[in-house]
């Protein structure tokens, strides 16, 4: 028996053991050093490959099985406790080396801003890189509390660093005012409440182009989602959700990377969230990576 | 430092310091004493205080900011444990003194018996005035194994208050055939099983009344609101109910007073309860209460 | 004081505390033996008399009450712990017993297995039966880890008993591959995602002929039935479950026996699954049965 | 198959079928309408009987098994919510029933003023009764918020019926000033803090005559029965209260009644609360009616 | 009827209404910003006062009633959420204000590098002053990951303050090596495992001193505190550490301030720990400032 | 940046990332299949390894830290669900494998049956053998519901297979009457309750032999161990099971492998147990296997 083999149960549902041999590679990052209201997305990482251990290996959505894709999961990034600075500089070398060696990146927050780092990473790659932001949170604030690293700040950033007319935000219905004149303002194409219409529609702009998606679990109402810190009620259903991953997949999206983010598990003692969440990442592997 | 600045954490979020200078004026109902399965409202108050630190305080829905209203938290309204009789006196004064203050009562309960001496009050001050009363439940039972002071009783009650034909009620789905046959019969105005439709057809009819508003928050759905005593399958969303009380504010209703009743946090270990019902009472602020 | 008489809280309300004057039988199956991913189903059955006691008489989705009908909750069957195979054999015979005596058999799960050896005593004396199969899972595999007698194959048995083009499943949106491929070409009707809709099509066909109905809980969103083994996102709401059993009730379909499975209350603290549950079964009762 | 034998899961484990053969009757009593804090012992008893279904039938404390006694679970007494004085005279009445009939009643509540009624009626049939209480609160009040019938009340009534110096309190940690100061002079015996210790110094002295033993869980520390209404840190062991059960046990004192109080399932999600509960009847069944 | 009257249920039970006629101020300290495993601890305070509502006012550990000591809840200082450096210079204001106007500080966390600050302000008051430490852990750390404002740090920092020799530790049971080394170097007294024994060997030579203490409620065992960041196994009984609250009390120590911290309830669904944490803080009241 | 070395948070803390550099092999085995009566323990291991994050690396216990022993947490053995049968071989052969590398075993479970192929295969090896059993069940039984291969049996299978006289159980609480008298009878050597003192007079007697210890959580009290499927009140604490793991320590012992089975996180949402059982792990690694 090798022991290498041996591994099971820590990793995502049917993962490749070798890294080489993959297209695609699943990472956590177990962060939520600035989380305001209740954090625990560091944990979610690890529950949600718990979860996938109950899933189906295929889709009736897609008409696909896990086994078409070679995906390896890497584990999670050893993140120093409470350092943002330092947490992100590592996301973005992380990001780079995947990139780099061409894999597909596809990973598990952690609290949201570990998607500023890989935007980073993303940008010095592709340089006409556009953003699906699927929150209910708008996430543009400049600083929160004095602070420019907080998850309140990611997609703000990352207007700035690609340009706000590439960056397309879904189902967004928190934020603070400035957040959403800045939305108007800046020439971003933020959508409100619903998610998979005004997506639809957008998608056919969107042909030919590299696009990095970022979802954050909270955009799903609580009732579906209650395992999340800043659960906001009155979002959409995990249908929809659903719906929407298919709808990327079916318009032939050039899609080069995404992330799924702000699984708390300890608010959701029913454990429906991380099960939830490992079906998205089987729906986004099964989707959006299979041409890699 | 004074000392009377300190508190925080305990009162909702951005409650003015000054009665005096505030129009509205939110307090609680900590009482579930005629609560028939499962008790535990009289925590409910306190719980969507803390839950409201986790708000935004802009609307996207209203377009409106917190501080744009002056309200002042009250705290809870002392009520002796055990004693429905001299509890509903109690709030019937207190509510006496806020209309006399010319306040906008917003209340929480508790269980729904509280808004029986409410709209006593109300009645005393108001001759033309109309109810919305959104709920699962019809609560129109002439009393609950012979008691008629239950928490199944008080519409029923404000409908011989105030005549049956002033009272809408919106979402039921539970209660006596009784109940339902005395809805026919009395002419009030029962809307089964949805709210926001039949209520933006109704809405028009009612303009130029002064209108107090009861949402008894067993009318979203377990999925959306678990931590209820009376959880009863087959509600409605917290998107619907956000999107009736939006009509509302945008009917231009001249609401004079509001309620939002029922929550038990004991039955929900992921908090999602109370932090929905912060942000009805937040919408409620924002869109019921401006024109103070 | 006659002590037969005492029993209350542990049946399901308003039983008729007669076997013989009752058409209709109520009966528990706690059984969870071949379940994979997380047991417990075994406690369903106690959960949902316990939340009985918080249900309405009077229904008004069917504008009846539980008076109209009578019914006597028999218990649980006494199953032997971790014995698929002697479970199965005690079911089949027990359900012969129900139908030798005239009775309309009610079953809650337990694991789904159990409307395997439900549907052979079924055959015995209807040669004309149909099934109608409400569930997120195909469950027509073959066998599961070699074994046959296992909660995924319960329709694939039926399949092979009743001939495939008399099942008709309705909200599938798991399984294997296979599981939809024999789907297809097996002849059986299967309705993906959706449950009222395309029931509502297809009554019209099964008219004038013997139908048994087996409802799954995890059809609904773990969003309304968190208390599930195998909850599954991106299911339907309780509301759409409501009306498809209103719409069977309005059909005039024949219903001659109806099950409802994997209730697991350890995974809802909040309860509203069994809650939920109760809530289904009176429906049944209620729209089902009252033929009898 | 007779359909009387299918019942199981629902009665104590092990229960005899038959009332006539059967020495002790275990019955349950779902109320708890006079609660303070946090109410739910209305579901107590099922829960009991649910988690029986875990225990061994053998126990190596009293060196005896279930099958050396015949007991039957006549289930729970329907007792009418909300009524406090219809459902104690309720239970009086049974209680007379039981003990016309010669059995020893083995009762589970509910909250605590159950045990009034039950010893009103012990106390006509045997005029030396003492009776022993363990618990965490002094329940000597003479009314509470102006309310006799109160959980808070029924040692005090009881000290009246039977004489205070035929009382013997074990474990006390909570109480008025008043109700300490009535243990003192009132010539009742109240053991402060401690069960075992001091419970083996007094039994000696009760030797030759009738004693009734009640038990609230809620001696234990929260530590050991969460799942009650009225936690009070600062309890004792489970492995303390066993050893109490066994020294009365051991004594050869002539136990004629018990019962075991204010298990509240909902605030112990472990469930380790009925757990322990259906140990501790186990305990009481084997040790102290095997006389009968 | 004055509104300011009406506030209740969101203050420590019994508080008295007037801040100039207290010799006690209860006060809160929302804070977990550097908390490493579990955050949640801002949460403390409010459920604290929560729990207070279902305790007895008499203590009969004290023998005393709260009605005996005039003291204010004077709610949550208002802390800046993120901002450690900030955080504890307004705590020190704070307990400047308090102690200028000669008041017992009663504080609740919060983590504990609340406790840091507090003695800043004693340290400038009492140059005699000595620290009882009760914590399951060192906190002797000069930094954690870096950073000096750590709740790893705050008595490593005191002993630097007021001198090691004067800080005595309790219960001490997890630390790192350099921790426990400098515990034995620094000439400080570090009784490990125990509480209660050591403690009351101790108290004589504290006599004439004033003396503050500091309770981390994680040195209890998680059985009797599950609601806690850091939870440590093997720690002692609530039995334990109400006798060392007693101890104290008895010894005539002349306390002069005294905090209760790291109590996070989102970890524990029974509510023990909130439960036990306002019967501490009575206990506090009662055995330790009446002389005020 | 090596991907290898990018794992982290769902190994034990510190693991070595070497296998052939490490002295001891941490394991899992994820199996729950013949657990009667609340299964789960398949989740056992995972939430071990992400709780061990939360831990102090030096022990005060022990007086050492944890990069003084060279151990590799080797993930999961993948264990075919519902198969008993292969299962057990398969641990068997993993066992076998690690004693011919000449690592020290030290498993998680997953159930108790575990420990069967664990002593097959060390039976193989050493001929010597002692074995130390701790736990609340005696799991003597040789069969279940006719079945060999449960939860109920290993230890009766390995009293046949290395003689009962070198059996030591401790702290057994629970078991059919045959088991005790197969106890009495067989030479083994039981002890009733107790743990810690039995076994520091038990140690002097094994003294130069090569000794197995299996520690079943249960043994704890339910409060200190709520987390797992067949919980029994009046059992041990934490720190007794502490001070019993030091006795070990302590005793010069050679102990030659060890595990820690059952425990089964979702009875437990406040996570103490699998908080407590990586502490123990932390101490069986630091006292039990150093001198490998």
Redesign the interface.
């Known amino acids: 028996?090798k022991?290498d083999?041996?591994?099971?149960?820590?990793?995502f549902i049917l993962s490749n053991p070798s890294?080489e041999d993959s297209n695609v590679?699943i990472?956590?990052m177990?962060m939520d050093w600035?989380v305001?209201?209740?954090?625990?997305s560091r944990?979610g990482?690890?529950r949600i490959?718990?979860a996938s251990?109950?899933l189906?290996?295929?889709s009736?959505?897609a008409?696909r099985?896990l086994e078409e894709i070679r995906y390896?999961d890497?584990?999670?990034?050893?993140l120093?406790?409470?350092?943002p600075k330092r947490s992100i500089d590592m996301i973005e070398?992380?990001i780079d080396?995947l990139l780099e060696a061409d894999k597909f990146p596809l990973g598990m927050g952690g609290e949201h801003l570990v998607t500023w780092p890989i935007l980073k990473a993303f940008h010095k790659k592709y340089d006409d890189l556009a953003v699906i932001h699927i929150d209910a949170h708008a996430d543009l604030r400049e600083e929160?509390?004095?602070?420019p690293l907080?998850h309140s700040t990611p997609v703000r950033k990352i207007c700035g660093l690609i340009g706000a007319e590439n960056v397309y935000s879904f189902g967004?219905?928190?934020?603070?005012?400035e957040e959403?004149q800045f939305a108007k303002e800046s020439g971003m194409h933020m959508h409100?409440?619903e998610v998979a219409e005004p997506l639809k529609k957008v998608l056919p702009s969107l042909e030919g182009r590299n696009v990095y998606v970022t979802i954050d679990i909270d955009v799903l109402?609580?009732?579906?989602a209650?395992?999340t810190g800043?659960?906001?009620?009155?979002?959409i259903?995990?249908?929809e959700l659903?719906e929407a991953i298919s709808a990327i997949s079916n318009s032939g999206l050039n899609v080069v990377g995404a992330d799924l983010v702000e699984v708390a598990p300890?608010?959701?003692?029913?454990?429906?969230t991380p099960?939830?969440a490992s079906?998205?990442i089987r729906e986004m592997l099964l989707g959006w990576t299979h041409k890699k």
Request: aromatic residues 18%.
């Open positions: 028996m022991f083999e041996a591994y099971s149960g820590n990793v890294f590679v990472y956590g177990p600035t305001s209201f209740r954090p625990g944990f990482p690890g490959r718990e251990l109950g189906e290996e295929y009736p959505y008409d099985h390896f890497a584990g999670d990034i050893p120093p406790f409470g350092n070398e992380y080396s929160y509390e004095g602070e907080s967004i219905r928190s934020g603070m005012r959403f409100k409440f109402d609580p009732a579906h209650p395992g800043t659960a906001e009620a009155g979002g259903t995990s249908k659903l300890a608010y959701d003692p029913s454990e429906q099960i939830a079906k998205f």
